[in-house]
């Protein structure tokens, strides 16, 4: 079992950044696959990046490459969204998850356990 909560959503001018976080709790975080995603205003739900139980690879959909940097840190039971250049259409309500699979997930139907979300609001 796997309990998530997301932090560091906020109000942020266009080209600026954000640090999410996902706090995680339960014994097989470490063993879990992780991923971000997010819910834009009258949008379904919509996959940003995911990474593996190690950290080792990392996988980001295409709007966000380059600009968006998923990590974690197992020690701490954390991941992180570092969000740079950041646009207006990027404003969502986003959304930590994690997987009983050590490999990357890129469905929300293959996760599952997710936090509660965090809105992140990008003014142009």
């Known amino acids: 079992q796997v309990q998530l909560a997301e932090s560091g959503g906020g109000l942020v001018q266009a080209g600026g950044s954000l640090r999410l976080s996902c706090a995680a709790s339960?014994?097989?975080?470490?063993?879990?696959?992780l991923g971000w995603f997010r819910q834009r205003p009258g949008k379904e739900r919509e996959f940003v990046a995911a990474?593996?139980?190690?950290?080792?690879?990392?996988y980001y959909t295409d709007f966000v490459k380059g600009r968006f940097t998923i990590s974690r840190d197992n020690a701490k039971k954390k991941m992180y969204l570092q969000m740079n250049g950041l646009k207006p259409e990027d404003t969502a309500v986003y959304y930590c998850?994690?997987?009983?699979?050590?490999?990357?997930?890129?469905?929300?139907?293959?996760?599952?356990?997710w936090g509660q979300g965090t809105q992140v609001t990008v003014s142009s």
């Open positions: 998850a994690a997987r009983n699979a050590l490999s990357l997930g890129v469905v929300g139907a293959e996760y599952d356990y």
């Open positions: 339960g014994r097989t975080f470490g063993s879990s696959a």
């Open positions: 990474i593996t139980w190690s950290g080792g690879s990392t």
